[in-house]
């Protein structure tokens, strides 16, 4: 497990580990000294959701994207499917190339001259054509598995599971039998910041319905208000 809440050095040393661990090119004849520290350069990246991400940096060498999996995501996150997609692209030249993985994260190749487009990029003839080619490389050079034509989208899949969590919630909150006056006593006790908490979890749940009430397959079989009181008058102990 790669722990980066550990002070920079330490960090540094672990990953060094795990680079000689999983045998991945050049970086794994890296060795732990206080000059290779100096060396190896670690920027934190924004604009991942549930993951912390990392470009490495030593020398010469390639770049690396480290990634750390965020924690208590593996509820709604079927990382064993995820990888298995990744690597099934990376073998066709589609996305970066996944070079380690370890218990909680995972080496990837750095995309050095890559950019994310904007809404008048998009619009240019010249970018749409090549997302096109791309996307008929992914969906005419990925052959679906047995399973996947059986079981169908993968997304709808996804928000079916996140409902049935939801359900398990409800059926715990209901097997509290917490009372009425104790639920008034309990949601006094919330502090502002339980209260922004729940806020968030209220607009997390309207999500979720929102968006399976779309398709009426999925549509859930509770009433969101219901859920949404039951969150609030849960004693937050902080």
């Known amino acids: 497990v790669l722990d980066n809440t550990l002070p920079l050095d330490y960090f540094k040393q672990d990953i060094i580990s795990l680079l000689k661990l999983l045998n991945i090119p050049k970086w794994r004849k890296i060795k732990i000294n206080n000059n290779n520290l100096n060396l190896l350069k670690i920027n934190r990246l924004s604009g991942a ?6 470009k490495l940096e030593y020398k010469k060498f390639y770049p690396l994207l480290l990634r750390v999996y965020g924690k208590n995501v593996d509820t709604f996150i079927d990382r064993k499917s995820e990888l298995s997609t990744i690597k099934r692209l990376s073998s066709k030249n589609i996305g970066p190339k996944l070079l380690g993985c370890f218990s909680n994260g995972r080496f990837e190749e750095y995309l050095n001259n890559s950019i994310t487009l904007n809404k008048d990029q998009i619009k240019d003839p010249k970018i749409s054509r090549m997302i096109a080619r791309r996307m008929k490389e992914l969906h005419h050079g990925i052959k679906l598995l047995e399973i996947e034509k059986f079981q169908g989208s993968k997304c709808w899949l996804t928000i079916e599971n996140w ?11 209901r097997s509290m039998k917490v009372n009425e006056s104790s639920n008034i006593n309990n949601a006094t006790t919330i502090s502002s910041n339980n209260n922004t908490a729940n806020t968030n979890t209220n607009t997390l749940i309207n999500t979720i319905i929102n968006t399976t009430n779309k398709k009426d397959k999925f549509k859930p079989d509770f009433d969101t208000d219901e859920l949404i009181s039951e969150f609030q008058n849960i004693k937050i102990i902080e």
């Open 49 to 54: 959701l549930t993951n912390s991400i990392y």
């Open 163 to 173: 409902i049935e969590k939801i359900d398990e919630i409800i059926n715990l909150l």
